[in-house]
């Protein structure tokens, strides 16, 4: 099966704690990116990145990380520095200029 | 002024009814338009692109106007199926990477 893969699908993160999300795909898509989404906002772009080994800042990468070693992998880094990570990411790829596709998403919550 | 507006509803409609959904855009050098469908807690999924012919699927209407910088989502025949947020979403070429930008969603709710 084809497709976008996120996990975890829920993460607690702890005061001072990095945490990594997970994003796969299987599409052979060249671009991908992560969004962060909350209540009453629309999507807000993180990180891009178009090839492997390249991704440039979104709207608001301030706290993020990011890493494109591979062309179906895009994990993306939640540091200590992002004061308020609880939100819902979503991971998204394309074909350059394409439609997104994106995966199931991951629930990041502060304990 | 926002890249792309929406009214975020919610939008409560009699099954059966039909209802229609507008999204305004600011940058009129915006190049691809689509809607996309979210359920509660689950993520964004295509559900058309937009031409400015206008496009048609089975009960789903979306036009583009260029010249009012809007394009609209047309549902007619609404069944309680069709309950979720809808996103609308600009594409702009920006040196060479898709600018993406996503309106906040329209809450529609279709009662029986």
């Known amino acids: 099966d084809g497709g976008i893969t996120q996990s975890p699908k829920y993460l607690f993160r702890k005061e001072g704690q990095n945490v990594t999300l997970s994003c796969e795909q299987n599409l052979n898509h060249d671009a991908m990116y992560w969004y962060r989404q909350d209540p009453g906002q629309g999507l807000r772009l993180i990180y891009y990145?178009?090839?492997?080994?390249?991704?440039q800042k979104g709207d608001i990468a301030e706290g993020y990380s990011v890493s494109r070693e591979k062309k179906e992998s895009f994990p993306l880094t939640v540091t200590s520095a992002q004061k308020n990570p609880t939100a819902f990411y979503l991971c998204?790829?394309?074909?350059?200029?394409?439609?997104?596709?994106f995966g199931p998403g991951t629930r990041l919550l502060v304990l | 002024r926002k890249e792309v507006e929406q009214d975020p509803g919610p939008f409560n409609v009699p099954e059966g009814a039909t209802v229609a959904f507008n999204c305004t855009y600011s940058n009129s050098a915006s190049q691809s338009f689509f809607w996309y469908r979210q359920d509660c807690r689950k993520e964004p999924k295509l559900l058309m692109s937009?031409?400015?012919s206008g496009n048609e699927d089975g009960r789903f209407t979306a036009q583009l106007n260029r010249a009012s910088q809007y394009i609209s989502l047309l549902i007619r025949d609404s069944k309680l199926s069709d309950s979720a947020t809808y996103l609308c979403?600009?594409?702009?070429?920006?040196?060479?990477?898709?600018?993406?930008?996503f309106g906040i969603g329209t809450k529609l709710q279709v009662i029986p």
């Open positions: 979403v600009v594409n702009k070429n920006s040196g060479g990477y898709q600018k993406v930008t």
């Open positions: 998204a790829s394309s074909w350059a200029g394409s439609t997104q596709y």
């Open positions: 990145s178009q090839i492997v080994n390249d991704f």
């Open positions: 937009v031409y400015s």
